[in-house]
């Protein structure tokens, strides 16, 4: 026994870790969100069968999240960025309000309660979903993106909900873009960069928001060193990250062969189904 699982229930979880991986990079390749709507829930029911207590069980999965979007970002980031699809003014101007989010988020996340997170996960989640699968040309905000104090505020609610969520921030940047009116082959290669500003910064403020969690559950072999580092599971990380970097690009060379409306349906399809997973754990409790 190990963690308080056999070794089948072990082999079981790292499998299906493993394919979750592969999954989530081309996932991060083909909408630009780093994969993290897809790892957090399945870290969610991974950790549930670990032991992993309820009250510190969605801050692991995305802290955990964050950990394994680093470099399956990257790598997003630089096959979208050799075809010339990376909107680099917009980088210049929301890197620092998106990375003053992100801080603020990983303080948020030593203190708020479980709920907030899924709160947050399933709000946003299924708003995105409406605004893609319903889409009409005529939502817009505007016929570009603006200037100035709005578009910093913009960049800032993106550094902090998606520290919250445990996503890349591909899934507001892409949001955003569209109902500017950018094209979503644009907003999809810009958010992998994004992705990489937010993971990043992310997953230390997520160490640093965790670490008191193994002393107050010393019994969770789960939360202690050398599985996890504060709220990112080292274990969960390992065994994610390589098959992620392998089909990142599959992904990206899938988003430029899809039509703009497909891209768009399939996206909003996907985050309403990971979304109504947690809205049954809200109601359940679970």
Same mark, same amino acid.
């Given at each position: 026994?190990?963690? %308080? !699982?056999?070794?089948?229930?072990?082999?079981?979880?790292?499998?299906?870790?493993?394919?979750?991986?592969?999954?989530?990079?081309?996932?991060?390749?083909?909408?630009?969100?780093?994969?993290?709507?897809?790892? &957090?829930? &399945?870290?969610?029911?991974?950790? #549930?069968?670990?032991?992993?207590?309820?009250?510190?069980?969605?801050?692991?999965?995305?802290?955990? +999240?964050?950990?394994?979007?680093?470099?399956?970002?990257? #790598?997003?980031?630089?096959?979208?960025?050799?075809?010339?699809?990376?909107?680099?003014?917009?980088?210049? $101007?929301?890197?620092?309000?998106?990375?003053?989010?992100?801080?603020?988020? =990983?303080?948020?996340?030593? /203190?708020?309660?479980?709920?907030?997170?899924?709160?947050?996960? &399933?709000? $946003?989640?299924?708003?995105?979903?409406?605004?893609?699968?319903?889409?009409?040309? @005529?939502?817009?905000?505007?016929?570009?993106?603006?200037?100035?104090?709005?578009?910093?505020? /913009?960049?800032?609610?993106?550094?902090?909900? +998606? @520290?919250?969520?445990?996503?890349?921030?591909? !899934?507001? =940047?892409?949001?955003?873009? @569209?109902?500017?009116?950018?094209?979503?082959?644009?907003?999809?290669?810009?958010?992998?960069?994004?992705?990489?500003?937010? +993971?990043?910064? %992310?997953?230390?403020?997520?160490?640093?928001?965790?670490?008191?969690?193994?002393?107050? /559950?010393?019994?969770?072999?789960?939360?202690?060193?050398?599985?996890?580092? %504060?709220?990112?599971?080292?274990? %969960?990380?390992?065994?994610?990250?390589?098959?992620?970097?392998?089909?990142?690009?599959?992904?990206?060379?899938?988003?430029?062969?899809?039509?703009?409306? @497909?891209?768009?349906?399939?996206?909003?399809?996907?985050?309403?189904?990971?979304? =109504?997973?947690?809205?049954? +754990?809200?109601?359940?409790?679970?």
């Amino acid at each position: 026994m190990i963690a %308080g !699982l056999d070794i089948a229930e072990i082999v079981e979880l790292a499998l299906l870790l493993i394919a979750v991986g592969a999954l989530s990079g081309f996932l991060a390749g083909v909408f630009g969100i780093g994969g993290g709507a897809i790892l &957090v829930p &399945v870290f969610y029911e991974c950790f #549930r069968l670990a032991g992993v207590p309820l009250e510190v069980r969605m801050p692991l999965c995305v802290g955990t +999240s964050l950990a394994v979007i680093i470099p399956t970002s990257i #790598r997003s980031f630089q096959a979208h960025y050799k075809r010339g699809a990376v909107d680099m003014s917009i980088l210049r $101007v929301w890197w620092l309000p998106i990375l003053i989010g992100v801080v603020a988020g =990983s303080v948020v996340a030593r /203190y708020a309660p479980e709920r907030l997170f899924k709160i947050v996960f &399933v709000g $946003v989640a299924w708003s995105a979903a409406v605004r893609l699968i319903f889409a009409r040309e @005529t939502w817009k905000l505007g016929n570009d993106l603006p200037e100035g104090p709005l578009m910093r505020i /913009y960049g800032f609610c993106v550094g902090i909900l +998606s @520290t919250l969520m445990g996503i890349g921030g591909g !899934l507001f =940047s892409n949001l955003l873009m @569209t109902f500017y009116g950018r094209p979503i082959h644009q907003a999809v290669a810009t958010s992998s960069a994004l992705a990489v500003l937010i +993971s990043i910064p %992310g997953a230390l403020g997520y160490v640093y928001a965790g670490w008191p969690a193994a002393a107050t /559950y010393p019994a969770v072999a789960a939360l202690q060193i050398p599985f996890a580092l %504060g709220y990112v599971s080292l274990i %969960g990380a390992v065994l994610v990250m390589p098959m992620s970097l392998v089909t990142a690009p599959l992904g990206v060379r899938a988003a430029h062969a899809m039509s703009k409306r @497909t891209l768009e349906v399939a996206f909003g399809c996907y985050l309403f189904i990971v979304g =109504s997973r947690f809205v049954m +754990s809200l109601v359940g409790g679970q």
